[in-house]
């Protein structure tokens, strides 16, 4: 077949989705071998608490093109993602989630579309099969996140992706511990293109994604990625500093001018709470980035890898 490509990774974190594997691997295979000379899939095991590694274990067994690797504990899915691209060796690194929702048939529109001459090709989820809950999260998260960087990124676009080699060998350098893989790819600048893809609903399972993680997400990749709730928080503190300052000074007026007597012990500490609480507020802020200056400086591996297959090579 014409336009086929030398090599092509696929980089799967894997994590409670035990039961979508076996189809998850016969898809891929059927796939990528219209479009490659050669391929691997690396499935990465989070530390999933179902049956995975047993079963990534067997699929590993019936092809050696399936390879493995088991991280010590559960680290997170873009931390999955690290470790997987630390050990694809494609001239295509593909990137998808485990649950199917990313169809394995839609890795040709992304290639094609690289091959066109784009360094990374995004899928575009136009039509999302997720609940509401999740939906809605997802675009509250990038309205937040958009202000607070001053980026533009889509809502529709997840990890879900094929970027060439050189790409993929300058991510690695980035090795700070807040991680968003498609964040991180789109901010280094290479030429991206954008495709529709069809969005499957899950094949089995839930979402690992709860709300407070959600939230614990959020808030790590924004701090990790902007410095604007800083400005933000000198700037309210500047405006509550002037309000506060032109009421004294309405205060003086009405004293020494008129005679009226300034009275209100509730209204003197409702104000004097509501200060309090955004001095905690604004320390809160400034040590939530003290704290991730903290963990870079540590110098802790991103992930620990407690067993491989079919790395012996990598090894």
């Given at each position: 077949?014409?336009?086929?490509a030398?090599?092509?990774?696929?980089?799967?974190?894997?994590?409670?989705?035990?039961?979508?594997?076996?189809?998850?691997?016969?898809?891929?295979?059927?796939?990528?071998?219209?479009?490659?000379?050669?391929?691997?899939?690396?499935?990465?095991?989070?530390s999933?608490?179902?049956?995975?590694?047993?079963v990534?274990?067997?699929?590993?067994?019936?092809?050696?093109r399936?390879?493995?690797?088991s991280?010590?504990?559960?680290?997170?899915?873009?931390?999955?993602?690290?470790?997987?691209?630390?050990?694809?060796?494609?001239?295509?690194?593909?990137?998808?989630?485990?649950?199917?929702?990313?169809?394995?048939?839609?890795?040709?529109k992304?290639?094609?579309k690289?091959?066109e001459?784009y360094?990374?090709?995004?899928g575009?989820?136009?039509?999302?099969?997720?609940?509401?809950?999740?939906?809605?999260s997802?675009?509250?998260?990038?309205?937040?996140?958009n202000y607070l960087?001053?980026?533009?990124?889509?809502?529709?676009?997840?990890?879900?992706?094929?970027?060439?080699?050189?790409?993929?060998?300058?991510?690695?350098?980035?090795?700070?511990?807040?991680?968003?893989?498609?964040?991180?790819?789109?901010?280094m600048?290479?030429?991206?293109?954008?495709?529709?893809i069809?969005?499957?609903?899950?094949?089995?399972?839930?979402?690992?994604?709860?709300?407070s993680?959600?939230?614990?997400?959020?808030?790590?990749?924004?701090?990790?990625?902007?410095?604007?709730?800083?400005?933000?928080?000198?700037?309210?503190?500047?405006?509550?500093?002037?309000?506060?300052?032109?009421?004294?000074?309405?205060?003086?007026?009405?004293?020494f001018l008129?005679?009226?007597?300034?009275?209100?012990?509730?209204?003197?500490?409702?104000?004097?709470?509501?200060?309090?609480?955004l001095?905690?507020?604004?320390?809160?802020i400034?040590?939530?980035?003290i704290g991730?200056v903290?963990?870079?400086t540590?110098?802790r591996?991103?992930?620990?890898?407690k067993?491989?297959?079919n790395?012996?090579?990598?090894?």
């Open positions: 077949m014409e336009n086929k030398l090599s092509i990774s696929v980089v799967v974190p894997v994590y409670g989705c035990d039961s979508c594997l076996d189809e998850l691997c016969r898809r891929l295979t059927h796939t990528l071998a219209d479009i490659a000379i050669d391929y691997e899939i690396i499935l990465v095991n989070d999933s608490p179902d049956n995975s590694w047993q990534i274990h067997n699929l590993t067994k019936t092809d050696k399936i390879k493995a690797v991280l010590s504990r559960n680290f997170g899915q873009h931390y999955a993602i690290t470790a997987g691209l630390d050990i694809a060796s494609g001239d295509y690194v593909v990137v998808m989630d485990c649950d199917l929702q990313d169809r394995p048939e839609e890795i040709k992304l290639y094609y690289a091959i001459g360094d990374v090709v995004f575009r989820r136009v039509e999302r099969q997720d609940g509401f809950f999740k939906n809605l997802s675009k509250l998260f990038y309205t937040l996140f960087s001053d980026n533009k990124f889509d809502n529709t676009v997840a990890n879900f992706s094929i970027s060439r080699r050189y790409v993929i060998e300058n991510f690695r350098k980035l090795r700070e511990h807040n991680r968003a893989f498609p964040l991180f790819i789109q901010w600048g290479f030429n991206i293109a954008f495709v529709d069809v969005h499957d609903k899950r094949f089995a399972g839930q979402t690992s994604y709860g709300f993680k959600l939230i614990n997400l959020a808030m790590d990749i924004i701090v990790s990625q902007s410095n604007k709730p800083l400005r933000l928080s000198i700037k309210f503190g500047f405006l509550i500093s002037l309000l506060s300052l032109v009421y004294g000074i309405y205060l003086i007026i009405k004293y008129f005679s009226i007597h300034v009275t209100g012990w509730t209204s003197i500490m409702v104000s004097f709470f509501f200060l309090i609480g001095l905690f507020a604004n320390m809160g400034l040590g939530l980035y991730k903290f963990d870079e540590k110098g591996p991103l992930y620990i890898i067993d491989t297959i790395l012996k090579d990598s090894e």
